[in-house]
């Protein structure tokens, strides 16, 4: 932690110097620039962090697509999503800095708040019906979608890089039934998809515009360059199964292969940043149920 924030940070925490010691040999800075987003619409806010220098923003967007500010944070002030953070359920905001600033938290960055979700959880509190739509949209994508990237991986590792035969069986199927269980799990998982992205249609115009201005974002912009892969994606398996034939069709497979492959990459990256939060939402969705419906 740079020296300078040390005095500022040190004045916040009024303990035995000790203690004190010990809290700041725990505790990072961040320099962010104007612009960048620290916290995104959708994301469950699990750190919480002081405002060093500079300031920031509390937003939402509404339906036309304006930016209305909710909150400023100005120095000293703690920032975080406390509604996301308190009921553990997707910010309904974005927390941006708006000039060049500095935050700080415990190590690695942030105060975890997860101690206070756990409380929460224990306390059997409610998950809200859109964090409860949220799951299930995301549970209900994710299961085609896996079994779509299981299929294509199998007629692309033994049918076209192997070069089988189209009747020589894997895993008791030729490689016409893996192309009709990929394409219904494709259909699915696509149906699936558009639906989550059409609840999730802010998100995706806020961050183009925020690209288009070439400002910095949070780790959630890997969910954006999900989307923004996967339709290109989707558009050469729809056109490749029909409208085109011959050599046309090929080419279009060839690049269909090449970006399900980088679709994969990020798709894990993706699951990543979102594993925690499905899989906390799942133990709350279990704690709430009726005592004859399953563990409470």
Not at 16 to 37: K, N, Q, Y
Not at 145 to 154: D, E, K, P, R, S
Not at 215 to 236: D, G, H
Not at 253 to 275: G, I, M, P
Request: proline share 4%; glycine share 6%; hydrophobic share 45%.
């Amino acid at each position: 932690m740079k020296e300078e924030y040390r005095e500022q940070i040190a004045a916040l925490f009024p303990f035995p110097a000790a203690e004190r010691d010990t809290l700041l040999g725990h505790f990072s800075t961040r320099e962010v620039s104007s612009g960048t987003i620290i916290l995104s619409e959708g994301e469950v806010a699990t750190k919480l962090f002081i405002v060093i220098r500079g300031c920031l923003r509390a937003y939402f967007i509404k339906e036309n697509g304006s930016e209305i500010t909710s909150q400023f944070f100005l120095e000293n002030q703690m920032v975080s999503s406390f509604e996301s953070a308190m009921t553990f359920t997707p910010s309904r905001s974005y927390i941006e800095a708006i000039e060049d600033s500095a935050i700080g938290g415990r190590h690695p960055l942030g105060i975890p708040i997860s101690l206070l979700q756990e409380k929460r959880m224990n306390k059997q509190s409610p998950v809200s019906d859109t964090a409860r739509a949220n799951f299930y949209v995301n549970l209900a994508a994710l299961v085609p979608f896996l079994v779509t990237i299981a299929t294509g991986m199998v007629l692309q590792l033994q049918y076209h890089m192997h070069h089988l035969p189209d009747c020589s069986p894997v895993l008791g199927l030729g490689r016409h039934g893996w192309l009709t269980l990929h394409k219904i799990s494709a259909v699915t998982s696509l149906a699936c998809i558009l639906h989550h992205c059409a609840h999730h249609w802010k998100f995706i115009v806020t961050v183009t515009k925020k690209k288009l201005y070439r400002k910095k974002m949070s780790s959630a912009v890997v969910s954006y360059y999900l989307f923004v892969i996967f339709v290109p994606t989707a558009l050469t398996a729809i056109l490749s199964w029909t409208f085109m034939t011959g050599r046309a069709r090929f080419m279009l497979v060839e690049v269909h292969d090449k970006l399900a492959l980088l679709l994969v990459f990020v798709f894990s990256a993706h699951l990543v940043t979102r594993a925690g939060w499905m899989v906390k939402t799942y133990r709350t969705l279990v704690r709430k149920r009726p005592a004859g419906g399953g563990p409470s």
